[in-house]
């Protein structure tokens, strides 16, 4: 049986999870465009992730994906937490905030395991990392379909080792974060990237980073890729949970526009070079997920100011190919 066959997908294109602006909308109307619908759950609590479920299963009864974030263990000081705040003070002063509150998050990612598992989701994926064995045993049980993500083949060989049923491939390419997790950040370009796993390891896998439209899809299930995830393209979309000023920026682009930063969030991500990527280029960064909590304030009153030079303007390499209008509409034209 096919990928698409087992997932109930009229076309092999997996909608990309992406955390905060992945809406309920923006996945029933992939789910019933024929593509594989995905929350984006990572930086939900347990709580707000089955209500997220909820509001989908209302609204389509068509295969849908839940993404999480897997936590890894941090060592960190009070006093670095202190220097990687004082970095961001000259911005914040720019936003009219010397000061401001930055409660460190916590991940409920269990809870959210024990959540798909209660709220009879189908299909689960992974970032950042690998569900322990625990989690692997209790989804599978419960028949659910797992999703791993790998930047190398070494990532890729550990997703299959953990038991997963399919491995994204996120190429260097892709917008938003790196899914790396065993190995120093290395930047494969998608191409490579799936012609080495592919023949590395058993399990279906679906590539992922810059595609943007049919003919890169077609290369990429050519290539073997069993299905496709595209994040990027649908960015714009009007279901998008997509700030105002973000969209637009994505919309104004030229082709060369992305870099990849660790200054939002702490790990490595792509979207459009600014000058909040700039101005934090030599300064002291705090670990992932602290120095995404440390921006929070600085991004939310960024995106109220209307200053898009600093916001995390999460996009890939494509982004200059993205349009506007209906998920309905920008779906059937990679048809
Ligand atoms: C705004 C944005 C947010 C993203 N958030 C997530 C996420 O929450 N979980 C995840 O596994 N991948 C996330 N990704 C990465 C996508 O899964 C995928 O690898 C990427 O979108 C593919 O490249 P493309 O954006 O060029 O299509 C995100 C990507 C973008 C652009």
């Known amino acids: 049986m096919t990928l698409s066959t087992l997932l109930e997908m009229e076309y092999p294109i997996i909608q990309a999870p992406m955390a905060g602006v992945t809406t309920p909308e923006f ?22 992730t089955r209500q997220f479920i909820r509001e989908v299963k209302e609204r389509t009864h068509k295969h849908f994906a839940v993404n999480l974030f897997v936590p890894e263990p941090i060592g960190m000081t009070q006093l670095y937490l202190r220097e990687a705040y004082e970095a961001l003070q000259p911005i914040g002063k720019q936003l009219g905030m010397p000061y401001w509150k930055a409660p460190l998050s916590k991940s409920e990612f269990d809870k959210q395991v024990q959540v798909v598992v209660d709220e009879g989701v189908k299909v689960c994926s992974f970032t950042f990392g690998l569900p322990d064995d625990k989690a692997v045993r209790l989804l599978k049980e419960n028949n659910v379909y797992l999703i791993g993500t790998a930047t190398t083949v070494e990532e890729a060989k550990l997703a299959e080792q953990a038991g997963m049923d399919a491995v994204v491939a996120q190429g260097s390419e892709a917008g938003g974060h790196r899914g790396s997790f065993a190995e120093e950040l290395t930047l494969i370009p998608r191409n490579k990237l799936l012609e080495e796993v592919v023949t590395s390891i058993q399990i279906p896998v679906i590539a992922a980073g810059g595609i943007a439209t049919k003919e890169m899809l077609a290369s990429a299930l050519a290539a073997g890729a069993h299905a496709v995830q595209i994040g990027t393209a649908l960015l714009a979309a009007d279901e998008s949970g997509a700030h105002a000023v973000y969209k637009e920026a994505i919309l104004n682009v030229d082709e060369g526009c992305t870099a990849v930063t660790k200054a939002f969030s702490g790990k490595t991500a792509r979207g459009i070079r600014n000058q909040f990527m700039m101005d934090m280029n030599d300064a002291v960064i705090a670990p992932y997920p602290y120095q995404h909590d440390l921006t929070k304030e600085i991004r939310k009153a960024a995106a109220q100011q209307g200053k898009s030079e600093f916001m995390s303007l999460w996009a890939g390499e494509s982004v200059h190919l993205t349009t506007d209008g209906s998920l309905k509409d920008i779906i059937k034209q990679l048809i």
């Open 27 to 48: 996945v029933v109307s992939s789910a019933e465009a024929g593509i594989l619908g995905s929350i984006g759950a990572g930086y939900l609590s347990a709580e707000e």
